[in-house]
């Protein structure tokens, strides 16, 4: 199956809540990147974390990366109304491209 | 900086027809990618090219889809014969340091959504 697969959620969260969604994939990777995009729109590179690299931040943004269980999570501290948008990851493994998920939908209620 | 650009936007097609997609990489890219979305699914690579060559192409359906990327001119997305089936959102992405070992970020479009009546 493609490498990148969020677990299929639909979060719905309240203004200044966290959300915190995570990623799963099968073979090894070079680096894990998250994006974001709105309805309608293309998506937004949000941040990207190495093979090597344990936690990145960026602003409001954590991101983890556990190569032994091959997974990610991507937290948003402080939600507000515009993070609504979906997210997706995408692992990079070499071979040319990215393989991204099915995302997940993040609902931020003002 | 114009960001990657994409157009149309919107293209609708009956079946049958062909469809082409344009997409000018962000200036000082010289890596072009192309996925297509279907909806609340995730985004399906289908070909990677750089000037001139198609690097890697086993996304794309062996039948009625071709892309280039010439040296001068934007990069097109053909699909010939419309189906049904082929009605999606289609994302161009561009990067400065392409594949061979480390897909770096990329930037994407705002996507052509093609409609097969």
């Known amino acids: 199956s493609q490498q990148g697969e969020e677990d299929p959620q639909a979060l719905s969260i309240q203004e200044g809540e966290n959300a915190t969604m995570n990623c799963s994939y099968k073979t090894s990777i070079n680096n894990l990147q998250w994006y974001r995009q709105n309805s309608g729109r293309g998506l937004v590179h949000l941040i990207l974390i190495r093979s090597n690299e344990r936690e990145k931040h960026s602003g409001r943004l954590r991101v983890t990366l556990d190569t032994s269980k091959k997974s990610s999570s991507l937290l948003i501290t402080a939600s507000r109304a515009a993070d609504t948008a979906s997210y997706f990851c995408a692992t990079a493994r070499g071979n040319n491209r990215l393989a991204f998920g099915k995302g997940n939908q993040v609902v931020v209620i003002p | 900086n114009a960001g990657v650009m994409q157009n149309p936007r919107h293209l609708v097609r009956r079946r049958g027809q062909e469809a082409r997609l344009r997409c000018s990489p962000m200036k000082g890219h010289s890596h072009v990618y192309w996925y297509r979305q279907l909806p609340e699914e995730g985004l399906k690579f289908m070909v990677y090219?750089?000037?001139?060559?198609?690097?890697?192409e086993s996304g794309m359906p062996k039948e009625r889809f071709s892309a280039e990327f010439p040296k001068e001119g934007p990069s097109i997305l053909r699909i010939q014969q419309v189906v049904r089936g082929d009605s999606a959102a289609y994302f161009c992405?561009?990067?400065?340091?392409?594949?061979?070992?480390?897909?770096?970020?990329?930037?994407f479009g705002e996507g052509s959504r093609l409609t097969v009546l």
């Open positions: 992405a561009s990067s400065q340091n392409g594949g061979q070992g480390n897909t770096g970020e990329l930037f």
């Open positions: 090219l750089q000037k001139e060559n198609i690097i890697d």
